[in-house]
């Protein structure tokens, strides 16, 4: 069993920052890709950024290139996205996710953090 727990979203002005967090617990201890991924209202989840177990490879959607970095503290089991030059279609519920290294599946989910980005 994990647990993701995700914060750092809030109110940002167009073209401002954040940087989201998420914090894992539990079975940590097997090696883990993490990704993020965003709902806005009335959409399906999308996928944001993904980074593997090591931290040497990232993916990013074409619509954040750029404009996000995903990056992980190993030893603190936690995931970060810099979030740089947002707008109002950045605004969503953003949550991480787990998955074991080699499958392709994300098997744990957070409760996610909301974005909101005003014009």
């Known amino acids: 069993q994990v647990e993701l727990v995700e914060s750092g979203g809030g109110l940002v002005q167009a073209g401002g920052s954040l940087r989201l967090s998420c914090v894992a617990s539990g079975r940590t201890f097997d090696l883990y890709d993490m990704g993020w991924f965003r709902q806005a209202p009335g959409k399906e989840r999308e996928f944001v950024a993904s980074?593997?177990?090591?931290?040497?490879?990232?993916y990013y959607a074409d619509s954040v290139k750029g404009r996000f970095t995903i990056s992980r503290d190993v030893a603190k089991h936690t995931l970060y996205l810099q979030m740089n030059s947002l707008k109002t279609e950045d605004t969503a519920v953003y949550y991480c996710a787990h998955r074991l290294a080699g499958t392709r599946e994300y098997d744990y989910w957070g409760q996610g953090t909301q974005v909101t980005v005003s014009s």
């Open positions: 980074i593997t177990w090591s931290g040497r490879t990232t």
